[in-house]
């Protein structure tokens, strides 16, 4: 079994019920003795950006629900950890958050492509032990993080294709039904 750690993937297991995580794919971007912090990566949210917040001027940027603590923060994933003031680098070429002003700013005026971030309402939080006691449940799969999946604008695949990630003996549970009950 794989343990959790920061970039890495927390891939729902295929009979979890718990509404906020079933077939979800949760991206940690940090894991240690005080607990874990992530993002869940296909859960879209039913408006965009600049619907949410008037001074985003860029129509079409995705919002994902991170998860179902705090429902009224914004969390944002990018590629640009070097370059956004005041990113947290979790790996070459991913940061998380930054200078949101500074990141909207540079949106309006087109100097940053929408394709190099992904913002979410809320995120998914655990406390110290948490999640190893549901690891230990089986709730979770574990698998490295590839920021195509991250960035990926498929999400109604990023389940599957996250499941993909850990080899082809987990291939099969691709196509278990959500409620083995029904079949």
């Known amino acids: 079994m794989n343990l959790p750690a920061a970039n890495h993937l927390l891939i729902a297991d295929p009979f979890l019920k718990d509404e906020h995580f079933k077939r979800t794919v949760v991206y940690l971007c940090a894991h240690n003795q005080e ?17 949410l917040m008037d001074d985003v001027r860029i129509h079409d940027i995705p919002v994902f629900i991170g998860g179902p603590v705090e429902l009224n923060s914004i969390h944002f994933l990018h590629r640009l950890p070097e370059i956004v003031p005041n990113a947290e680098k979790i790996t070459e070429g991913l940061g998380w958050g930054g200078d949101f002003e500074w990141v909207r700013k540079m949106l309006n005026e087109k ?15 655990w406390s110290s032990g948490q999640l190893e006691m549901e690891m ?5 799969l574990v698998a490295p993080a590839p920021t195509q999946i991250i960035f ?3 999400y109604d695949s990023c389940w599957k294709e996250s499941v993909k990630l850990l080899g082809e003996e987990f291939e099969p549970v691709i196509h278990y039904p959500i409620d083995p009950q029904l079949n």
């Open 152 to 154: 990926n604008a498929d």
């Open 136 to 140: 230990e449940e089986k709730t979770w």
């Open 35 to 51: 607990g874990s912090f992530g993002l869940t990566l296909n859960r879209p949210f039913h408006h965009t950006l600049d619907q």
């Open 111 to 125: 100097k940053l492509s929408k394709n190099d971030f992904r913002f979410f309402l809320g995120y998914s939080g």
